[in-house]
């Protein structure tokens, strides 16, 4: 029923502007003071009710006449506190500069559109030092909240001895109120070179809110890159280039890399 009586006083109140208009082509003063009169009641009763912002927002939406409810008043509010797509990928430009000149390569139009995550590093790096021979996780750290509330950090270290074998160690930890984190016992079989399905049995005690990774990446021409990123942003990161060493502690702030 609003829906309708929306839609007939919309149609009222523009058959009455083009009235108006009419009346104002033809000098007709006593058509356009009746016009008038009506136009002023049909307003009060629309904002008496709420359907004048109704009317105008359902106009907008078939004419076109008006952008939108939000942009009339001025523009989309933005959180100062968030930091756009754009600024972090110019921050993250900057960063790649300081590399490049770090290890004198010639900066490249593809170190514009960079996103700082680690895929987008590693791309960088590739398209400087050439394709990748081998990779391979170095740590893992899942942070859940469990049904009841309470917080469960769940890391999965890789491990390479000496003698190049692989193993992996899972360890469990609770979180204290001050938090701190609390080691919690696991058994051998599932502390040590856990399987996939374990970890996955684990994960689903609780909703995980936040994901931590570091790799490390090997290329042909012997350099190497290690990182670190978070909920899929690069956090940290260091590459090696013969004797010379690129690093920043935190990977959104070019004021915290080093050249050495």
């Not at 109140?13 to 356009?32: E, G, H, S, V």
């Not at 374990?198 to 890159?225: D, R």
């Amino acid at each position: 029923m609003k829906l309708k009586a929306v839609y007939s006083n919309r149609r009222l109140f523009f058959y009455l502007r083009d009235w108006a208009r009419m009346a104002i082509r033809k000098q007709n003063r006593t058509i356009w003071a009746l016009a008038a009169a009506v136009f002023v009641v049909l307003v009060s009763v629309m904002v008496s009710d709420g359907r004048f912002m109704d009317a105008l927002i359902s106009n907008s939406q078939v004419t076109g006449d008006l952008p939108s409810a939000i942009e009339q008043f001025g523009d989309r509010f933005v959180d100062p506190t968030e930091e756009s797509p754009s600024d972090s990928r110019g921050q993250f430009r900057d960063i790649l500069n300081q590399m490049s000149t770090c290890f004198e390569l010639p900066s490249t139009e593809t170190e514009l559109n960079v996103m700082p995550t680690a895929a987008g590093l590693v791309q960088k790096l590739e398209n400087d030092f050439g394709p990748i021979s081998h990779q391979k996780d170095r740590w893992m750290q899942w942070h859940l909240r469990t049904r009841e509330g309470k917080e469960r950090r769940l890391r999965l270290e890789i491990i390479e001895s000496d003698d190049g074998q692989m193993r992996k160690e899972l360890t469990y930890y609770g979180v204290d109120r001050q938090g701190q984190p609390t080691s919690l016992e696991l058994s051998p079989e599932m502390a040590t070179n856990p399987n996939d399905e374990v970890i996955s049995q684990m994960l689903k005690e609780g909703e995980v809110f936040l994901k931590e990774s570091s790799a490390i990446a090997h290329f042909f021409s012997h350099e190497k890159v290690e990182y670190t990123d978070r909920n899929g942003e690069l956090v940290e990161f260091e590459v090696f280039k013969g004797d010379r060493r690129f690093g920043c502690r935190d990977a959104q702030v070019p004021a915290t890399c080093l050249c050495e």
